[in-house]
């Protein structure tokens, strides 16, 4: 492979110089490492990393920095300069993924240069406080639960008198048993079985168990790819070095990461034939995170389309094959948690956020406004009475969608997307790190450049609804204003060099050429 320090800006696709000699084709789309976006991309990560220290969800009581010599970088000023920095080196990361992508969609870069760009912007990550949430601290609290004998599933943290684990808790989840499945609790209770109550240990524990999603992204991704028609570079460039996974999966961290990353895989396993041992893994993603089962019945169908009988007699063999090895492998799961099935009834937790990215919470939100004008009636009325509209209309598009993907094959696992990401923002409740649900999938489909371009719009305002400490932001109006701005032009600067049109000279991102599946 060739190395070379690649220029940010793509060069037309037209020679603009009268009577120039066009260079070859092969020239253009000759395979390069672009070492100096990979770079760029580096820097932002490690800029992250250092101004996490005062920016970030940082701990109550912090003995690396709290009260040394740097510990004015957590307060005025000094937080602010650290917060600045912590946006500058957002920004570095999104400009290198950017940058990426249009060397994607142009030819020239292949797979294996995003996978180190990913690795790149992905270790100091690994290193850093956590940015953008404080779950990480919820996640070390519920597995220091059951250490001290408590039931994740009964009580919340708030009953620990574990001092330096209870404090980084946020007081809204104070009293809220662990809506996860036995094997999060299970890495959970390993994670605190080594790191006792040392915080900052915990966290970067936590994150090396939970990358482990990223890698299996990443192995699966071939196969999604060859399964469903996209192109591996874009697939990877999407799903593994976008700053939804860079930044928020990682960086976070959220348990998401290790859901998706089985979900993928076992999705693969299906449609490869590997059919016993892709559902064992699909369960193993259900016992991470109840979402996965969204996309099970999905997967009975591509089942069901590998055997040779009549369709219902398929799809009986499938069904009853794919819910005994669930049943079983979701036991095994259990039983080796050393936990119960008590998290059932804690899946209604996220129910209790209230924000506006959930379309029917939103909707609410708006009617309320809209009749708070003529009466003073309460939010919650009218929030409930959209959520359960929302809950009727996304039940009947997962029945939708389930009974069209009867045929199998690729096409449903497209469904299944769908459905994922139905979920994700019709459900009560929606966080930013929920779309990558069906993203994961979907990242191995055929996608066209404009569509592209929308996607990293969505991705880059999604990581900024929320501060660098873990805050919504969603409700301060201005700041969303310049967060959509600022995602809107990332979106734009996939297809052109200047999308502010500062210098006329330059020219789209190969005008005319070929979309990104063929």
Same mark, same amino acid.
């Given at each position: 492979?060739?190395?070379?320090?690649?220029?940010?800006?793509?060069?037309?696709?037209?020679?603009?110089?009268?009577?120039?000699?066009?260079?070859?084709?092969?020239?253009?789309?000759?395979?390069?490492?672009?070492?100096?976006?990979?770079?760029?991309?580096?820097?932002?990560?490690?800029?992250?990393?250092?101004?996490?220290?005062?920016?970030?969800?940082?701990?109550?009581?912090?003995?690396?920095?709290?009260?040394?010599?740097?510990?004015?970088?957590?307060?005025?000023?000094?937080?602010? =300069?650290?917060? /600045?920095?912590?946006?500058? +080196?957002? !920004? %570095?990361?999104? @400009? #290198?993924?950017?940058? *990426?992508? &249009? $060397?994607?969609?142009?030819?020239?870069?292949?797979?294996?240069?995003?996978?180190?760009?990913?690795?790149?912007?992905?270790?100091?990550?690994?290193?850093?406080?956590?940015?953008?949430?404080?779950?990480?601290?919820?996640?070390?609290?519920?597995?220091?639960?059951?250490?001290?004998?408590?039931?994740?599933?009964?009580?919340?943290?708030?009953?620990?008198?574990?001092?330096?684990?209870?404090?980084?808790?946020?007081?809204?989840?104070?009293?809220?048993?662990?809506?996860?499945?036995?094997?999060?609790?299970?890495?959970?209770?390993?994670?605190?079985?080594?790191?006792?109550?040392?915080?900052?240990?915990?966290?970067? =524990?936590?994150? /090396?168990?939970?990358?482990? +999603?990223? !890698? %299996?992204?990443? @192995? #699966?991704?071939?196969? *999604?790819? &060859? $399964?469903?028609?996209?192109?591996?570079?874009?697939?990877?460039?999407?799903?593994?070095?976008?700053?939804?996974?860079?930044?928020?999966?990682?960086?976070?961290?959220?348990?998401?990461?290790?859901?998706?990353?089985?979900?993928?895989?076992?999705?693969?396993?299906?449609?490869?034939?590997?059919?016993?041992?892709?559902?064992?893994?699909?369960?193993?993603?259900?016992?991470?995170?109840?979402?996965?089962?969204?996309?099970?019945?999905?997967?009975?169908?591509?089942?069901?389309?590998?055997?040779?009988?009549?369709?219902?007699?398929?799809?009986?063999?499938?069904?009853?094959?794919?819910?005994?090895?669930?049943?079983?492998?979701?036991?095994?799961?259990?039983?080796?948690?050393?936990?119960?099935?008590? @998290?059932?009834?804690?899946?209604?937790?996220?129910?209790?956020?209230?924000?506006?990215?959930?379309?029917?919470?939103?909707?609410?939100?708006?009617?309320?406004?809209?009749?708070?004008?003529?009466?003073?009636?309460?939010?919650?009325?009218?929030?409930?009475?959209?959520?359960?509209?929302?809950?009727?209309?996304?039940?009947?598009?997962?029945?939708?969608?389930?009974?069209?993907?009867?045929?199998?094959?690729?096409?449903?696992?497209?469904?299944?997307?769908?459905?994922?990401?139905?979920?994700?923002?019709?459900?009560?409740?929606?966080?930013?790190?929920?779309?990558?649900?069906?993203?994961?999938?979907?990242?191995?489909?055929?996608?066209?450049?404009?569509?592209?371009?929308?996607?990293?719009?969505?991705?880059?305002?999604?990581?900024?609804?929320?501060?660098?400490?873990?805050?919504?932001?969603?409700?301060?109006?201005?700041?969303?204003?310049?967060?959509?701005?600022?995602?809107?032009?990332?979106?734009?600067?996939?297809?052109?060099?200047?999308?502010?049109?500062?210098?006329?000279?330059?020219?789209?991102?190969?005008?005319?050429?070929?979309?990104?599946?063929?």
């Amino acid at each position: 492979m060739t190395t070379t320090t690649d220029a940010h800006g793509v060069p037309p696709a037209v020679s603009t110089v009268k009577n120039a000699t066009p260079a070859p084709a092969t020239d253009r789309r000759a395979p390069v490492f672009p070492v100096r976006t990979v770079t760029l991309g580096t820097i932002g990560s490690l800029l992250i990393f250092v101004s996490a220290l005062g920016a970030g969800a940082i701990l109550a009581q912090d003995p690396l920095v709290g009260s040394g010599p740097f510990s004015w970088i957590r307060y005025g000023h000094g937080r602010m =300069l650290a917060t /600045l920095v912590l946006y500058t +080196g957002f !920004a %570095l990361v999104v @400009w #290198a993924w950017v940058l *990426l992508g &249009r $060397h994607v969609l142009a030819g020239r870069v292949g797979a294996r240069p995003v996978l180190v760009a990913a690795a790149c912007w992905t270790v100091p990550m690994l290193l850093s406080p956590p940015v953008f949430s404080r779950d990480a601290y919820l996640y070390i609290a519920y597995g220091t639960l059951p250490l001290h004998g408590y039931d994740p599933y009964s009580v919340g943290p708030g009953v620990l008198d574990v001092d330096p684990v209870v404090d980084n808790v946020d007081s809204f989840w104070q009293a809220t048993p662990a809506p996860y499945g036995p094997l999060f609790i299970l890495l959970a209770k390993g994670v605190i079985s080594l790191s006792g109550t040392n915080m900052i240990t915990g966290v970067i =524990l936590m994150k /090396l168990g939970l990358v482990i +999603g990223v !890698a %299996l992204m990443a @192995w #699966a991704m071939p196969g *999604l790819v &060859r $399964h469903l028609g996209g192109k591996l570079p874009v697939a990877l460039w999407l799903a593994v070095a976008g700053p939804m996974t860079v930044v928020h999966l990682v960086g976070g961290p959220h348990n998401d990461v290790l859901m998706v990353g089985l979900l993928a895989v076992g999705t693969v396993m299906v449609l490869d034939r590997k059919h016993v041992l892709g559902m064992v893994v699909l369960t193993l993603a259900v016992a991470v995170k109840a979402t996965a089962a969204v996309a099970l019945p999905f997967l009975v169908w591509v089942w069901a389309g590998h055997l040779t009988s009549t369709r219902w007699r398929n799809f009986a063999r499938a069904c009853a094959a794919s819910l005994g090895i669930f049943v079983v492998t979701f036991a095994v799961a259990t039983v080796v948690s050393g936990v119960n099935l008590g @998290w059932i009834s804690a899946l209604d937790a996220p129910t209790a956020i209230v924000n506006w990215l959930s379309i029917p919470t939103g909707a609410g939100e708006i009617l309320h406004g809209l009749v708070g004008i003529f009466a003073d009636l309460p939010k919650v009325w009218f929030v409930t009475l959209m959520r359960i509209v929302g809950g009727v209309v996304l039940l009947w598009i997962l029945v939708r969608q389930w009974w069209q993907a009867r045929d199998g094959g690729p096409d449903a696992v497209r469904r299944a997307a769908i459905a994922l990401f139905a979920v994700a923002i019709l459900s009560p409740a929606t966080l930013p790190w929920y779309l990558v649900w069906g993203a994961v999938i979907a990242a191995a489909l055929r996608w066209e450049r404009r569509q592209l371009a929308v996607l990293v719009t969505v991705a880059v305002f999604l990581v900024l609804t929320y501060t660098p400490a873990g805050d919504d932001l969603l409700y301060n109006w201005l700041f969303m204003a310049l967060a959509a701005g600022v995602s809107i032009l990332a979106g734009l600067s996939l297809l052109r060099r200047d999308p502010l049109n500062l210098f006329p000279t330059h020219e789209p991102l190969l005008p005319g050429g070929p979309s990104v599946e063929r």
